[in-house]
């Protein structure tokens, strides 16, 4: 498990083991746009201001994902206990 933080409210969202980022977003309330789930179309994508994403998209080039300025909520988890969301 790992926790996002909504950097807007200051909310914490912790993800647990058998949801996604973005089935613990929705859950809490905090919408994300989702389309493929598979980490392919990017409409998920989401810009990240503190952590580190562990990338399971194809979307993001890998300049992108060494950025580790975004990522994708529908399938991507976290390197680092939080990951704080510019949402
Ligand atoms: Fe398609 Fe996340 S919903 S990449």
């Known amino acids: 498990p790992f926790e996002l933080v909504i950097a807007s409210s200051g909310q ?10 973005a089935q613990a977003l929705e859950a809490a309330g905090v919408f994300v746009p989702v389309s493929c789930e598979q980490g392919v179309c990017g409409t998920c994508l989401t810009r990240v201001i503190d952590g580190q994403p ?4 194809a ?4 300049e992108e994902r060494a950025a ?8 991507s988890r976290a390197r680092s206990p939080r990951l704080v969301l510019d949402l």
């Open 12 to 21: 914490i969202v912790t993800v647990a083991a058998d949801q996604t980022a």
């Open 54 to 57: 562990d990338h399971r998209d």
């Open 59 to 62: 979307f993001q080039t890998d």
């Open 68 to 75: 580790n300025d975004q990522f994708t909520p529908c399938c």
